[in-house]
């Protein structure tokens, strides 16, 4: 059965950095086959598109307002993709999913809470 399992979030101040991991398993040929990406839902707010990286290794980032802060890579031996995010800022307080996507079919993990505060 597929399964997507993101961790590596917590508490962290305004200005610091944490690396979110999304481990798959379940998933013929790997993630190596899929694209996979990060979304974030801050309360009260719509489910938002953070960053994707193809699985042409083409890597892209949305919105505005985590380039050049947030960067999405993968690590295919390890079935693994990272969201790398520095200078964090309170307004990136959200539950953090990462999602697969395989054909016709997308698969999205539980979420994790990543709250910005002093």
């Known amino acids: 059965q597929e399964q997507l399992v993101e961790s590596g979030g917590g508490l962290a101040q305004p200005g610091g950095s944490l690396r979110l991991s999304c481990t798959a398993s379940g998933f013929t040929g790997g993630i190596s086959v899929l694209t996979m990406s990060w979304y974030r839902q801050a309360p009260g707010l719509k489910r938002e598109l953070v960053a994707t990286?193809?699985?042409?290794?083409?890597?892209?980032n949305y919105p505005r307002s985590v380039q050049g802060r947030f960067t999405i890579s993968r690590d295919n031996a390890n079935n693994t993709v990272y969201l790398q995010m520095n200078n964090l800022k309170p307004e990136d307080t959200a539950v953090y999913f990462c999602?697969?996507?395989?054909?016709?079919?997308?698969?999205w993990g539980q979420g994790i809470q990543v709250p910005v505060s002093s």
């Open positions: 999602n697969a996507i395989q054909g016709a079919s997308t698969y």
């Open positions: 990286h193809t699985k042409f290794g083409h890597a892209v």
